[in-house]
């Protein structure tokens, strides 16, 4: 990609920031709060592309100006320095490229979004539902080591332990552009243990991760949605079993239904059922936009297709696979301890690449 197609494109991006920023400060924008939140998002996200181009804008006038300094200057000290600056900025050059690109590609919008994320015991019966327990003690220290908070919806336990269901929300910098990688289905080989004879079994449990709609981005009618309350069960103190506090929310159009019963409150409960519901809706139509992208991509890397076997983790070999970009790694313990950052900028980078051939940058 040449400098000029390069300053063209970012000239287009600093008129179109100017653009916003101008926006943002009128009155009729100002007085309409989802234009106004909308109009700010892309302002921030526009920022990092504004900042990266007068970095580069500045690097080529120097490489101009140095070149200009090597034409006149005699004294051969100070050409002998001209020459060492004009080697790095033209060493910076092409890194500054590659880090534009990578900015210019449209990004998801709902990348920034946070997520409500399900995990549900697949095939292997008392095993897998410990494994899908594993995977929520996996991601809980995930979300502690990015600063992240998540609050459990509803969950249902295994008899032997972990979790036939658990559905939580988490929120943060940019969840859902980070756990969308997680979407699918993750395979555990290991020797179970309710098995005697040390045979070593393989389960499965599924991953799906929503990203979580906002207060403007679907419209609920308050007719087209049925409350029910009832008791909760489970861990909960004094209340449990002798107050409505749980709620069950049916979306009658769609006949999608929510429940949650981890808090006391009904209202609480309430507000979060509303949330998820919001989001399951929401996801109706956001998955017309994944399942686009899968038909169009390769590694599959952040798509639609939740049914997918996207990760193995192999525990007599201390191995993870990820079948999505053929990576394997030999630090299980560390893996399932939450630090799975790396996998996932792994992920990042694949995804990258192939957005970079679709955008033709």
């Known amino acids: 990609?040449?400098?000029?197609?390069?300053?063209?494109?970012?000239?287009?991006?600093?008129?179109?920031?100017?653009?916003?920023?101008?926006?943002?400060?009128?009155?009729?924008?100002?007085s309409d709060?989802?234009?106004?939140?909308?109009?700010?998002?892309?302002?921030?996200?526009?920022?990092?592309?504004?900042?990266?181009?007068e970095?580069?804008?500045?690097?080529?006038?120097?490489?101009?100006?140095t070149k200009e300094l090597l034409a006149t200057e005699k004294d051969e000290e100070m050409r002998e320095m001209a020459k060492a600056e004009l080697e790095k900025l033209n060493e910076q050059i092409p890194e500054m490229e590659e880090e534009i690109k990578l900015l210019l590609i449209?990004?998801?919008?709902?990348?920034?979004?946070?997520?409500?994320?399900?995990?549900?015991?697949?095939?292997?019966?008392?095993?897998?539902?410990?494994?899908?327990?594993?995977?929520?003690?996996?991601y809980t220290k995930f979300f502690?080591?990015?600063?992240?908070?998540?609050?459990?919806?509803?969950?249902?336990?295994?008899t032997a332990g972990g979790y036939k269901e658990i559905v939580l929300s988490v929120s943060g910098d940019g969840v859902y552009g980070v756990m969308k990688y997680e979407s699918g289905v993750h395979r555990v080989q290991r020797v179970p243990q309710t098995e005697t004879q040390g045979r070593i079994h393989t389960s499965a449990a599924?991953?799906?991760?929503?990203?979580?709609?906002?207060?403007?981005?679907?419209?609920?009618?308050?007719?087209?949605?049925?409350?029910?309350?009832?008791c909760s069960s489970g861990p909960g103190g004094q209340s449990v079993n002798t107050t409505y506090s749980a709620i069950r929310l049916t979306h009658i159009p769609t006949g999608i239904v929510v429940t949650c019963q981890d808090e006391k409150s009904q209202l609480k409960n309430y507000d979060k059922a509303m949330k998820?519901?919001?989001?399951?809706?929401?996801?109706?139509?956001?998955?017309?936009?994944?399942?686009?992208?899968?038909?169009?991509?390769?590694?599959?890397?952040?798509?639609?297709?939740?049914?997918?076997k996207i990760r193995t983790y192999n525990y007599p070999q201390g191995r993870m696979t990820d079948h999505r970009i053929n990576l394997t790694m030999y630090n299980l313990p560390s893996i399932l301890d939450g630090n799975i950052e790396e996998i996932i900028d792994q992920l990042q980078m694949a995804e990258n690449a192939e957005r970079l051939k679709e955008s033709n940058i």
């Open 1 to 30: 990609m040449s400098d000029n197609l390069i300053l063209e494109k970012l000239e287009g991006v600093k008129q179109r920031f100017i653009e916003v920023g101008d926006l943002l400060t009128r009155q009729e924008v100002l």
């Open 33 to 53: 709060m989802e234009r106004y939140i909308a109009l700010n998002k892309e302002y921030k996200g526009l920022q990092p592309i504004i900042e990266s181009y």
């Open 55 to 65: 970095k580069y804008k500045l690097a080529l006038s120097n490489i101009d100006s």
């Open 106 to 138: 449209p990004v998801d919008p709902e990348d920034e979004k946070n997520a409500v994320i399900e995990i549900r015991a697949g095939t292997g019966g008392d095993e897998a539902s410990i494994f899908a327990g594993d995977l929520f003690r996996m």
């Open 144 to 158: 502690e080591l990015k600063g992240w908070k998540a609050e459990i919806n509803r969950f249902s336990e295994g």
């Open 206 to 230: 599924s991953v799906v991760v929503l990203p979580e709609a906002g207060e403007f981005d679907v419209e609920i009618r308050n007719e087209d949605v049925r409350k029910d309350t009832y």
């Open 276 to 308: 998820e519901l919001r989001t399951r809706l929401y996801n109706l139509e956001y998955q017309k936009y994944l399942d686009d992208i899968s038909h169009r991509r390769k590694t599959m890397v952040s798509t639609g297709d939740r049914s997918a």
